[in-house]
């Protein structure tokens, strides 16, 4: 028997590695490492019959790295902080709008296709960093697991696209960019503003930060209306 406990941390960094490497061949969000890379590991599980929850456990160290990650990216953003607190102002307006044209659309969309008022309540934290988007979806009603999906799908959509809304719209501010993308695809929008550039990245990273604290409190402002609503 193959011991998983072992080779589970190894073969998914290998899988990352892979992916990587096809990716630069061929670049495009379909052979991107955050699509390859989980879809390897799928395939692993399934084939071999492994639970899941051992798989978790022998790869928990790569979850603890995330802390010290999440706190490296503090770095290029006090590195640009004096340009992003200049632009403050045009930078609240631009993610509040933002959070609430994606609260509005989501719930809108939810209910025109017939998915449901959980559905609709689950959607509203879809733009915001994971574990605050699976947090907020509980305190407000929500499915965490379905806010999971909406958020994967909102994160590879908005990396999808956003090359062509940048060349369509002339977006030539490397702030109006970062703003962008961390509003529109959150922590892989990041990784994207950071291939872009530091000052890309920096404003995606506030943006993912402060993005997720004001959809937090459209959130609660906006809940009585919605569920007024779609009742």
Excluded at 150 to 156: A, I, P, R, V
Aim: glycine fraction near 8%; charge should be positive.
């Amino acid at each position: 028997m193959i011991p998983w406990n072992v080779c589970s941390l190894p073969l998914t960094v290998f899988f990352y590695w892979i992916s990587k490497r096809l990716n630069r061949r061929r670049p495009g969000l379909l052979f991107s490492p955050a699509v390859l890379t989980p879809a390897a590991v799928i395939a692993v599980l399934a084939v071999t019959g492994l639970p899941y929850e051992v798989y978790s456990e022998a790869t928990s160290f790569l979850n603890e790295m995330l802390g010290v990650v999440t706190v490296a990216f503090a770095v290029p953003l006090y590195r640009n902080w004096t340009i992003l607190a200049a632009n403050w102002r045009i930078i609240v307006c631009s993610l509040a709008a933002g959070s609430l044209v994606s609260i509005i659309a989501g719930v809108s969309t939810a209910m025109l296709v017939g998915l449901g008022e959980t559905a609709a309540i689950s959607v509203i934290p879809r733009s915001i960093t994971m574990p605050i988007a699976v947090g907020l979806s509980q305190a407000i009603g929500g499915v965490p697991s379905l806010t999971a999906v909406f958020g994967m799908l909102t994160s590879f959509a908005g990396v999808f696209m956003a090359p062509a809304i940048i060349k369509r719209c002339a977006l030539r501010r490397p702030v109006s960019i970062g703003l962008m993308y961390g509003m529109g695809a959150h922590v892989l929008g990041m990784v994207k503003a950071f291939e872009r550039g530091d000052l890309e990245g920096s404003s995606s990273t506030l943006a993912v930060i402060a993005g997720a604290l004001i959809t937090v409190v459209w959130a609660f402002l906006l809940l009585p209306v919605i569920q007024t609503w779609l009742a």
